[in-house]
C-alpha cells in the first residue's frame, strides 16, 4: 500500500505567468518549495527551528522538474507530495501537479538538514528524531 500523499492547492497567480498567461517553468521551483513547508508546517515544525539549542534549517541541494501540460493564470493547481527517501540528514520530495485532474508537472526535490551557525559554514547535521518521525507517513 502506498503511503497517502500530503495534499495542498495553489492558485496560479497572473505574476507567476508569461505574457501569454502560462505558468512561467521558474515559478513551479517556488510552489515547489512552498508546499515544502506547508507540509513541515503541518507536523508542528518550521524548516527554519530551534533543536536542542541549534538553529536547523533545510536547504535545497537538488531539484528538477518535468512539464506535461501547460498551467494557466488563475487555475487553481493540486500539489502532492510524497517523500521518495527519508535519509540520516536528508530529505527528497516528490511533488505532482493537476489542475482538475489533468497531469501538469512532476518535480523532485532534495533538501539537507543543517546547523545555522552566525559567521560558520553550514554543517549537515542528523534530521532531529522528532522530526524523522512525523515525516514516516510521507515516505512512499
Request: proline residues 6%.
Amino acid at each position: 500500500m502506498m503511503a497517502a500523499p500530503f495534499r495542498t492547492t495553489r492558485l496560479v497567480e497572473f505574476h507567476d505567468t508569461d505574457m501569454a498567461g502560462i505558468m512561467h517553468f521558474a515559478s513551479f521551483f517556488h510552489y515547489m518549495e512552498s508546499a515544502e513547508h506547508e507540509l513541515i508546517r503541518s507536523t508542528g515544525f518550521s524548516v527554519h527551528s530551534t533543536f536542542e539549542g541549534q538553529t536547523l534549517s533545510f536547504p535545497r541541494v537538488a531539484v528538477s522538474c518535468q512539464f506535461h501540460s501547460p498551467a494557466r493564470s488563475e487555475e487553481v493547481l493540486d500539489i502532492a507530495i510524497r517523500i521518495t527517501r527519508l535519509g540520516e540528514s536528508s530529505v527528497t520530495y516528490d511533488f505532482e501537479f493537476t489542475h482538475e485532474g489533468r497531469a501538469v508537472a512532476q518535480g523532485e526535490m532534495t533538501s539537507v538538514c543543517c546547523r545555522i551557525d552566525p559567521n560558520q559554514p553550514l554543517a549537515a547535521v542528523p534530521i532531529p528524531t522528532e522530526v524523522a518521525e512525523k515525516l514516516k507517513p510521507y515516505v512512499v
